[in-house]
């Protein structure tokens, strides 16, 4: 089937005096989720804050905060892990972060006991780690033998197993005894034809959940979803912290329903979905990918301002792989990095112009609620961000044009940067952020690691499933068509798996940067949407394209989120 067709424009001048140009086209689905739909939402007029102000709820918070701080250290783990699973850690920071000091001064009680437990020593080793403490990898060396090889015997312990699988994740490039953890762990899980015999129904959904992706790397309002479902079926469940949970949850999907109302005024006032026909219609997507990156439920703003900018980004991306001529996307680019109104003209299409105009509109207004609560101006930044993006998608189209495979190497200098994670965290820290500090602007705009490797991450998880589709449209460029250019693989199949293990690698790279032992100059809420960023994007992408054609899954995954409640 021709990947080619007639444009349909939103302005008659328009089709009169572009007919004869032959455009490219993805054939993309409307969306699912009308406007109306979206303020159809029925909302409870009361903020989270206010509901929690009921003398019910607020005892039972100070009842968790003191078991949190008064229990055994086994208990106080466990329930720091299960209030986190459960969506709740955004109430218990404080409380947490203070205990969590406590089991890191105790940790050889927990390490040198006669018979150490295996499911201790890991989920302490994870939760340490995710709370940016400092906490060696040789605390494992006890569950290994002579050899450096884990002890067979640990294989029947299958919740130490499973805690020690989850706990390999928060790794570094050069712990070579956590990758052995994960090895050994992976191979033994994976045997659950053997554990069916011994184990119940409970700890089997556990492990498949696990394998199926794991905690580190998971989106956590859909994980929170998830571990209430899974919390409830457990005999020895505390009810009222699941009860407490369930509150929450609902209570904070209300303040995304909220949310999503808003910003769909706005995406219907800015007509690009109207008038753009030959882009994803996306919004609803869009915010639960926001919602993915920052899901406090006091960060509205936040949530509403990358919803804009990713809706943005979807349809200008959409302009440069199927719309554009090339000579109007070198237009279009110029027109950017001026960034002048006036230069607008140059562009002799409508909907160019409609793009640029909408873009421009959005972010100085954007940068401006910056230099008015903050006293800084933003906009070069920001400028720079989109400029540097928009050149990556017209290197691209060029590519294709001139049907050019680069090298990987060459293919990824360029694609980090085109899948959009940069402007989208650029964005994300002005919008976090009140005290703009002069280092980590100098790190934004040399693109400090935590920039890089989310969107290596987010580039690598999105051609995974993207590259069939791009490539029938008449891409030339993919991480695996690339790759198999270079002669690094033979076939496809090991294309995807070498993609794997960079993910994987990156993985371990963000770690280091975001976890442990990377000095930045950014707040952890920055830090958190960086890392959070990765794991939104391996949400979306991973069954299908999440975003360019949303299914079933998808629709399923927004509903448990934003639509229907516990």
């Not at 340490?128 to 290994?144: A, E, Y």
């Not at 994007?537 to 927004?558: E, F, L, M, S």
Request: charged content about 25%.
């Amino acid at each position: 089937m021709s990947t080619q067709c007639l444009a349909s424009s939103g302005s008659p001048a328009a089709q009169t005096s572009h007919l004869d140009v032959k455009r490219l086209t993805a054939n993309y689905k409307p969306s699912i989720w009308s406007h109306d739909f979206l303020q159809s939402l029925h909302i409870d007029d009361r903020n989270h804050e206010e509901v929690y102000k009921d003398n019910r709820w607020k005892l039972i918070e100070e009842d968790l905060k003191n078991v949190i701080d008064a229990e055994s250290l086994e208990t106080t783990l466990e329930l720091i892990d299960d209030i986190q699973r459960l969506g709740l850690g955004h109430r218990f920071e404080a409380s947490i972060t203070e205990a969590l000091d406590k089991v890191l001064k105790n940790l050889d009680q927990i390490t040198n006991e006669d018979t150490p437990s295996l499911h201790l020593t890991a989920l302490s080793f994870r939760l340490l780690r995710q709370h940016g403490f400092q906490v060696s990898q040789d605390v494992f060396k006890i569950f290994m033998d002579c050899d450096d090889s884990f002890k067979d015997c640990l294989c029947k312990d299958v919740k130490g197993m499973l805690s020690l699988y989850e706990a390999s994740f928060l790794g570094i490039e050069g712990e070579t005894l956590l990758d052995e953890a994960l090895a050994f762990t992976s191979m033994h899980l994976k045997n659950l034809s053997r554990l069916q015999v011994t184990q119940g129904k409970g700890v089997l959904e556990q492990v498949s959940h696990a394998l199926e992706m794991p905690l580190h790397h998971r989106m956590q309002s859909l994980e929170a979803r998830w571990y209430i479902e899974a919390y409830s079926k457990k005999a020895d469940a505390n009810q009222v912290l699941l009860e407490f949970a369930k509150l929450d949850y609902n209570v904070v999907q209300q303040t995304y329903q909220r949310d999503l109302k808003d910003i769909s005024r706005w995406w219907k006032d800015t007509g690009l979905a109207k008038k753009l026909s030959f882009s994803r219609d996306r919004l609803m997507e869009l915010f639960f990918w926001s919602v993915g990156i920052v899901f406090e439920p006091q960060l509205s703003n936040v949530r509403k301002g990358i919803t804009k900018v990713s809706a943005l980004i979807t349809t200008i991306d959409d302009v440069y792989d199927v719309y554009g001529t090339l000579d109007e996307l070198e237009l279009f680019t110029n027109v950017v990095e001026r960034w002048d109104v006036n230069a607008v003209e140059i562009l002799s299409d409508y909907q160019l112009k409609l793009c640029f105009l909408a873009l421009y509109n959005t972010v100085n207004e954007m940068t401006y609620e910056t230099l008015k609560e903050q006293g800084v101006n933003v906009l070069p930044y920001v400028r720079k961000a989109w400029a540097d993006m928009c050149k990556t998608w017209l290197t691209e189209a060029k590519w294709r044009h001139n049907k050019y495979t680069p090298t990987f190497e060459e293919y990824l200098a360029n694609a980090w940067i085109s899948v959009s994670g940069v402007v989208i965290l650029v964005h994300t820290y002005f919008l976090l952020n009140q005290n703009i500090s002069d280092e980590a602007l100098k790190c934004l705009e040399n693109h400090h690691d935590l920039l890089r490797w989310p969107s290596l991450i987010f580039r690598l998880s999105n051609d995974l499933v993207t590259s069939k589709a791009e490539l029938e449209r008449g891409e030339t460029a993919t991480s695996i068509s690339c790759i198999r250019r270079d002669g690094v693989v033979s076939n496809e199949e090991s294309a995807r798996k070498y993609i794997s293990n960079l993910i994987e690698n990156s993985w371990k790279k963000m770690n280091k940067d975001g976890l442990l032992f990377g000095a930045s100059p950014f707040t952890k809420e920055f830090v958190a949407a960086t890392m959070n960023l990765a794991r939104i994007a391996q949400c979306i992408y991973q069954y299908g394209d999440g975003i360019g054609a949303p299914d079933k899954r998808v629709k399923n995954q927004i509903l448990a989120v934003i639509v229907q409640p516990v």
